[in-house]
């Protein structure tokens, strides 16, 4: 998924997994993208955390031009621990298909090493992407997994934070920061920068190489304990992508791709 649409679905799975009650029990959410005031795709996410144990689901698929161009659908899975502060992710595995590139898979598995994991392609992983020198690969976080990190670190009160995330193929921080309170906008709001580490401009894979420049996201929050996001924008190919909460779900056989 490496293409500017699938970086930006990547980019709603980490985001908009960030909503959840209280580190109990499962959440399931629609929402709904646009781009550049068009419709663009629906997100489906559940997410579990209990018992130092987390897993967030989440599936993906474009509607309007996006589908006509790349017909990009997907899912995706992480699964890790949680003790206190400390995140050990144990896998990432995503499933997606694009106009010409079908059945495609990425698998994604994290060891113990030297008090930290490192990052592994895993088996039945289909990438021809080159992988990254391993000093890129340890004490990194899954896009998937991120969103458990930050909704950490927005409940423990920090202003600032940032965080390694290794999606596969490319090495990337994501940077926090919270603004202050407006008035006139309820909520928490975020400012998160995607700062390229490795793995984007001038090295090639199989999907092209997505540009290196600092990618801006907006995100608000809301001020309860679910910090359930109101809204995200960012830019892709320099035209906003808006992404809304669309309605929450018993289940997620309860929320179904609309027609």
Same mark, same amino acid.
């Not at 030297?114 to 895993?122: F, I, N, V, Y």
């Not at 995330?165 to 994501?174: E, H, Q």
């Not at 309820?186 to 580490?197: K, N």
């Not at 540009?211 to 996001?229: E, G, K, Q, Y």
């Given at each position: 998924m490496s293409t500017a649409i699938c970086r930006a679905a990547a980019l709603l799975a980490t985001l &908009? =997994?960030?909503? $959840?009650?209280?580190r109990a029990?499962?959440?399931?959410?629609?929402?709904?993208?646009?781009?550049a005031g068009l419709p663009a795709g629906h997100i489906r996410l559940t997410l579990h955390e209990g018992g130092?144990?987390?897993?967030?689901?989440?599936?993906?698929?474009?509607?309007?031009?996006?589908?006509?161009?790349i017909r990009f659908r997907g899912s995706a899975v992480a699964e890790g621990k949680l003790a206190g502060a400390v995140l050990r992710p144990a896998r990432f595995d995503a499933d997606y298909d694009l106009r010409k590139q079908k059945g495609k898979r990425l698998r994604m598995a994290f060891t113990a090493?030297?008090?930290?994991? &490192? =990052?592994?392609? $895993?088996?039945?992983?289909t990438s021809h992407q080159r992988i990254l020198a391993e000093p890129f690969r340890r004490g990194v976080i899954d896009p998937l997994s991120a969103v458990t990190a930050i909704r950490d670190a927005v409940r423990r009160g920090d202003t600032a934070f940032t965080l390694p995330v290794y999606d596969g193929a490319r090495r990337f921080d994501t940077i926090g920061k919270r603004l202050p309170p407006d008035?006139?906008?309820p909520g928490i709001h975020l400012a998160l920068t995607l700062r390229a580490i490795a793995g984007f401009k001038g090295q090639t894979s199989e999907d092209g190489d997505p540009d290196d420049a600092p990618r801006p996201v907006a995100l608000t929050l809301s001020d309860d304990a679910r910090l359930l996001p109101l809204k995200m924008t960012a830019p892709?190919?320099?035209?906003?992508?808006?992404?809304?909460?669309?309605?929450?779900?018993?289940?997620p056989a309860a929320c179904a791709w609309p027609k």
């Amino acid at each position: 998924m490496s293409t500017a649409i699938c970086r930006a679905a990547a980019l709603l799975a980490t985001l &908009l =997994a960030l909503s $959840g009650a209280a580190r109990a029990g499962d959440l399931t959410a629609l929402y709904r993208a646009e781009w550049a005031g068009l419709p663009a795709g629906h997100i489906r996410l559940t997410l579990h955390e209990g018992g130092g144990f987390y897993r967030n689901d989440i599936a993906v698929t474009s509607e309007g031009l996006p589908w006509l161009v790349i017909r990009f659908r997907g899912s995706a899975v992480a699964e890790g621990k949680l003790a206190g502060a400390v995140l050990r992710p144990a896998r990432f595995d995503a499933d997606y298909d694009l106009r010409k590139q079908k059945g495609k898979r990425l698998r994604m598995a994290f060891t113990a090493e030297g008090g930290s994991t &490192l =990052a592994e392609r $895993g088996p039945g992983d289909t990438s021809h992407q080159r992988i990254l020198a391993e000093p890129f690969r340890r004490g990194v976080i899954d896009p998937l997994s991120a969103v458990t990190a930050i909704r950490d670190a927005v409940r423990r009160g920090d202003t600032a934070f940032t965080l390694p995330v290794y999606d596969g193929a490319r090495r990337f921080d994501t940077i926090g920061k919270r603004l202050p309170p407006d008035p006139r906008d309820p909520g928490i709001h975020l400012a998160l920068t995607l700062r390229a580490i490795a793995g984007f401009k001038g090295q090639t894979s199989e999907d092209g190489d997505p540009d290196d420049a600092p990618r801006p996201v907006a995100l608000t929050l809301s001020d309860d304990a679910r910090l359930l996001p109101l809204k995200m924008t960012a830019p892709i190919w320099f035209l906003p992508l808006e992404v809304d909460l669309e309605r929450l779900c018993d289940s997620p056989a309860a929320c179904a791709w609309p027609k």
